[in-house]
């Protein structure tokens, strides 16, 4: 089993950072993909960024520019830098993790959510 743990999250004023990490522990032999996903109220979660075990990233366009993606490999740890946060950026934050176990089997992980409010 593979936990992950997100912090970072909070109350911030339009224009404002915030840094989320994300930490997986348990059987993990090795992280492929690593990202975050993001959920509005009454909207879909969708896709904020990702990043491959080659430190390959994609953002999408609505925060390229402003939020960078990161992670430390060594600590199965991932990070999401924020800048310039405007009010519609304000979700729930959601870490996501594609887990090769010691089994060498694969599977999908999710965070339980951080909040991130973004005050105007």
């Known amino acids: 089993q593979v936990q992950l743990v997100e912090s970072g999250g909070g109350l911030v004023q339009a224009g404002g950072s915030l840094r989320l990490s994300c930490a997986a522990s348990g059987s993990i032999f090795s992280i492929r993909t690593m990202g975050w996903y993001r959920q509005a109220p009454g909207k879909q979660r969708d896709l904020v960024a990702t990043?491959?075990?080659?430190?390959?990233?994609t953002t999408t366009p609505s925060v390229k520019g402003r939020f960078t993606i990161s992670r430390d490999s060594a600590q199965n740890t991932v990070y999401l830098q924020m800048n310039s946060l405007k009010p519609e950026d304000t979700a729930v934050y959601y870490c996501?993790?594609?887990?090769?176990?010691?089994?060498?089997?694969?599977?999908?992980?999710w965070g339980q959510g951080t909040q991130v409010t973004v005050s105007s």
């Open positions: 990043i491959t075990s080659d430190d390959t990233t």
């Open positions: 996501y993790a594609e887990v090769i176990h010691t089994s060498r089997s694969l599977t999908d992980y």
